[in-house]
Nanobody, 124 residues
């Protein structure tokens, strides 16, 4: 059984940086991602990795500011977030799945394993 545990969230001023970590345990899965959900909004894809094809996707809203990476030796998925904006405020979730997500890497509905989330709050 896959377990995902996020850490690294917190409060920061606009323009600041945070790094989120997700410790994964259990069977190795080919697709890893970060998603977020702000109050009153639907969950959205932020960044995701297709490990098998070495493909990485980012939401347009975070391109150039966020970087997703995997530390395979530590079974950790990282999300480095820079130049944070107030609109980045949300609960951030780590996700993993075995099969290519229907609808694309950033489509949240097809991901099968989720962490409990970590809150990111950016003040302007």
């Amino acid at each position: 059984q896959v377990q995902l545990v996020e850490s690294g969230g917190g409060s920061v001023q606009a323009g600041g940086s945070l790094r989120l970590s997700c410790l994964a345990s259990g069977p190795r899965l080919n697709y890893l991602g970060w998603f977020r959900q702000a109050p009153g909004k639907e969950r959205e894809g932020v960044a995701a990795i297709d490990i098998e094809d070495a493909d990485i996707r980012y939401a347009d809203s975070v391109k150039g500011r966020f970087t997703i990476s995997q530390d395979a030796t530590k079974n950790t998925i990282l999300l480095q977030m820079s130049n944070l904006k107030a609109e980045d405020t949300a609960m951030y979730y780590c996700a993993a799945t075995r099969y290519y997500p229907y609808g694309g890497l950033l489509a949240p509905n097809a991901w099968s394993n989720w962490g409990q989330g970590t809150q990111v709050t950016v003040s302007s």
